[in-house]
Structure formats: C-alpha cells, structure tokens
C-alpha cells in the first residue's frame, strides 16, 4: 500500500536499535541496529582491531565497543548487513558481545547515545514487513518460532515463514481477481469486442476458490492442537488416582496428592512434549455426589473440560468393585474418544468386566506409563494429521478465511439466482480482500501494529 512504503521510507532514516538476545547471563548477547545509516552510527561505537579498517557488508570483524567517553566497554564481534539483503531490508549491524545484562545494557546505551533510537517492540520484524521482506502472515510466523514448544508446532511455523500459506492465498485472490477483471470487464465494455463472461464461468471459478478456502478452514482444527497441544483431561470419581498420574506424567509433584477424598477440587493443567508433540494435560474434581459448595463448583468446572476436551482418559480404581459413578461415567463417555486406565495395578485387583482395550497402570511403579504415553503420542499425530500438511494455527487467519469463504458463497448464491453482475462482484471484491488482509496486502496498520506489538523488543 503507499502510505506503507511512504512510512517504510521515513523510518529507514531512523537509525533503531536493540538488544535481541532473551536477558539474564549467557554466553554471548545480541545489540542489533537497523536503518539506511546503521554503520555511521555503528562506527562512531565500534574501534577494529585492524590498523587499516574498512566495514564490507557480510563480513564479521573483531574489535571493541566504546562509551561516550571513548572508553573500552567490551571487546565484541561485529557483523554488517547491506541492505536490502538482510532481515529488515535496510542496513543491518549487529554486535556480538559476551552475554551479561549489564554489559548488554552499557553497549545499548552507548549505541542511542551516538545517534539510533530504541525500537519498539518487533519494530525490526515491521520494517521487514513495510519493506517487503516478509509478507504478514511470514512476520506472525516469526513469533509463532519463537513460542512453539514442539516438533510439529516449529516445523507448521517453519513452512508458515517459507510462505507456503501466502502461495495458497495467492493461489486464491488470483482466482478472484480474474472473475473481477472478467466481471468488470463485461459490466464496462458491453458494446466492445470483448467477451461476455458467462454466470457458469464465474460459477465454475468461485466453486475453485471456495473448495480451496474451504481446504485451508478444515485444517484450523488440526492446527488448533499443534498449536495449543491435544487437550488430555482425567475424569473419574474421588481418590482414583488421577493426580498421582499427572504428576507421574509430568515428571514432578504438580498436584497435591492424599488420601482424603475430594482434595482436587480445581483443574489443574501441565503442558508435556511426548515424542515431539505437545499435550495439555488437565486433572480434574472427582464426580460424586455433593453437599459441600466448594467442590460442587470444582465438578462444574470437571463437566466443562470433559466438554471441551479433545480426548479422556477415564480412571477406574482396580482394587475396588466400580460403582454406580464409575459406571455412569464409563457409559457417558462411550462415544467420546477416549482411553480407560485401570489404575493402582501395584495392589491387589478386584475382577471386573472392562473395555478390551483398557490400560492397566500404576503411577508408583510407573507399570504401564510408557504404553499410555505412547497411545496419547499417536492420538495427538491423528488429530494433526500428515506431518507435511500445511495448518492454518492463527485465530485472524481462521477468521479471514471464515469472511471469505462466506462472500464467496453469497456470490455463488447471486450467480444462481442471476443478479447483476455488478451486484456478484462486491461480494467477489471483499473476498479478495479479506484474503488479502492475511498476507497484509489489504491490511491496515492499525492490525499491522496490533500484531508486531506482539514481538518482544529486539526482534
């Protein structure tokens, strides 16, 4: 759009600057600088340790970083980037410096002292964005790899970034775009040499387009549990077992565990990586019968997250015979994808007649863990899916899509029933640019800058 470039080009004046590295004490930190005079700044800073020196983008050069005094305050490692071939498409200079948050601090303060400004959050991701480095949806998957906490959820973002979802919407505003010109061709120059087009030609089209909106609002689903990980809730009644067995998951002591019945009495959730997906583990109230106020309202909460839950694992005690709770919950959840966990299989079991397929375990002797484990690592692949489909995990992206697809489908509508053309393409139109809002060809920079807010400072 022009008023982006128009403020892209005001902004490569400003020289920003930041340290990109998390805080706290590490082997080396990150003081980055961008903007079209990012080395006159960087110079006025940085002494080489060369007797003749020259800056050449790309290089790194060895050499120290002064104060406004001219003092040494560390020796540091310094990397040019020309742009337009670099992160954010201006000048790029980044200072590699030993990982202190007092040494980072004292090189950033002398950095604004000769000329650069502080950025502001994912200002550097931004100017990317406003110089055509990455499109939108790229920038978001930039924080997207930052906060993924697992195999799949870092590969979805990986193929994000590469632009895989901006070809696919690309594949589909094309399409659009042709029925526009098409429409507004036959609406503008009715008594010309040029084609008519037909209602079936733009039928034809807009059910391409849709089937391939419609392809990418299948996979929010899928994208949501890569994303947030398979949601895993134990149900069963009181002093079953099913916070021991979420610590044992866990791997540490997150849930109080005693033998007084009704000691949940709130849910609990851990997140765990099994196998290189993520899972969002929930302990539960026990169900039971209920005077005391307090754990009434845990069960509510239980019967909400049994709702919202992708999968149960329904606990069974097996040392006792199941009552009339164990056996109302095992036909409740019948139809429900679910694992039955026969628990405490260290003590003496009482027969019963349960699932075939149930798990029988013991979250002191860890006996049968490692099976449950796998069973949740192959659930949670199921629900994802192929590990090279590509997932739509953005909420602003699921919803865009959704608009879209609806002006898609109310255009279709218009084409059977025969409207004016100029009627079938304000709704062809808003399609367009609806999907254009996800690459931020069409996009404001009100929600440009809602979602580079996001960043931390320094990216």
């Known amino acids: 759009m022009v008023y982006e470039k128009e403020e892209s080009q005001v902004w490569s004046q400003e020289v920003i600057a930041a340290i990109s590295t998390p805080p706290g004490e590490g082997g080396i930190a990150i003081v980055r600088l961008s903007g079209d005079k990012a080395w006159d700044v960087a110079g006025r800073v940085f002494r080489s340790r060369r007797h003749s020196f020259a800056p050449r983008p790309w290089r790194v050069f060895l050499g120290d970083i002064l104060d406004g005094r001219g003092e040494r305050i560390d020796e540091c490692l310094c990397t040019y980037f020309k742009g337009p071939k670099s992160f954010t498409g201006e000048d790029v200079v980044e200072f590699g410096i030993h990982g202190g948050a007092f040494v980072a601090g004292r090189v950033l303060e002398s950095v604004l002292g000769h000329g650069a400004?502080?950025?502001?959050?994912?200002?550097?991701?931004?100017?990317?964005?406003?110089?055509?480095?990455?499109?939108?949806?790229?920038?978001?998957?930039?924080?997207?790899?930052?906060?993924?906490?697992?195999?799949?959820?870092?590969?979805?973002?990986?193929?994000?970034?590469?632009?895989?979802?901006?070809?696919?919407i690309g594949e589909a505003r094309s399409?659009?775009?042709?029925?526009?010109?098409?429409?507004?061709?036959?609406?503008?120059?009715?008594?010309?040499?040029?084609?008519?087009?037909?209602?079936?030609?733009?039928?034809?089209?807009?059910?391409?387009?849709?089937?391939?909106?419609?392809?990418?609002?299948?996979?929010?689903?899928?994208?949501?549990?890569?994303?947030?990980?398979?949601?895993?809730?134990?149900?069963?009644?009181?002093?079953?077992?099913?916070?021991?067995?979420?610590?044992?998951?866990?791997?540490?002591?997150?849930?109080i565990v005693a033998d007084i019945a009704g000691t949940t009495r709130d849910t609990v959730e851990v997140e765990l990586n099994i196998e290189g997906v993520l899972i969002s583990l929930v302990d539960t109230a026990g169900l039971r019968e209920?005077?005391?106020?307090?754990?009434?309202?845990?069960?509510?909460?239980?019967?909400?997250?049994?709702?919202?839950?992708?999968?149960?694992?329904?606990?069974?005690?097996?040392?006792?015979?199941?009552?009339?709770?164990?056996?109302?919950?095992?036909?409740?959840?019948?139809?429900?994808?679910?694992?039955?966990?026969v628990t405490k299989e260290d003590l003496p079991q009482h027969g019963q007649l349960l699932p075939t397929d149930a798990i029988y375990i013991s979250a002191l002797t860890s006996r049968g863990i490692p099976e449950l484990r796998a069973r949740l690592a192959a659930v949670a692949r199921a629900s994802i899916g192929p590990e090279n489909s590509l997932l739509v995990t953005n909420l602003r992206h699921a919803s865009l899509l959704h608009d879209a697809l609806q002006k898609i489908e109310s255009a279709s509508s218009s084409v059977t029933e025969h409207w004016d053309l100029d009627v079938i393409a304000?709704?062809?139109?808003?399609?367009?640019?609806?999907?254009?809002?996800?690459?931020?060809?069409?996009?404001?920079?009100d929600v440009a800058n809602q979602i580079f807010s996001q960043f931390c400072i320094g990216k």
């Open 290 to 341: 209920s005077i005391d106020v307090i754990e009434c309202l845990g069960i509510a909460r239980t019967q909400a997250a049994i709702e919202q839950a992708d999968l149960l694992l329904v606990l069974i005690d097996g040392t006792v015979e199941p009552n009339k709770e164990d056996m109302t919950l095992l036909q409740s959840t019948a139809k429900r994808r679910r694992i039955v966990l």
């Open 175 to 255: 399409l659009l775009l042709s029925i526009m010109a098409q429409i507004e061709a036959s609406i503008d120059f009715p008594e010309h040499d040029v084609p008519s087009v037909t209602y079936g030609e733009i039928s034809h089209a807009l059910n391409k387009t849709a089937a391939q909106v419609a392809g990418l609002i299948d996979t929010t689903r899928a994208g949501r549990v890569a994303r947030e990980g398979l949601k895993v809730v134990l149900v069963g009644r009181p002093n079953v077992g099913k916070s021991s067995l979420l610590n044992r998951l866990a791997g540490r002591d997150r849930a």
């Open 117 to 168: 400004r502080l950025a502001a959050p994912g200002e550097f991701t931004k100017r990317a964005f406003l110089n055509g480095r990455l499109d939108l949806s790229q920038a978001e998957a930039v924080i997207d790899i930052i906060r993924s906490n697992s195999d799949i959820a870092l590969r979805n973002a990986g193929r994000h970034l590469q632009g895989q979802l901006s070809g696919e």
């Open 426 to 445: 304000i709704d062809v139109r808003a399609a367009y640019e609806r999907l254009g809002e996800i690459r931020g060809d069409t996009v404001s920079m």
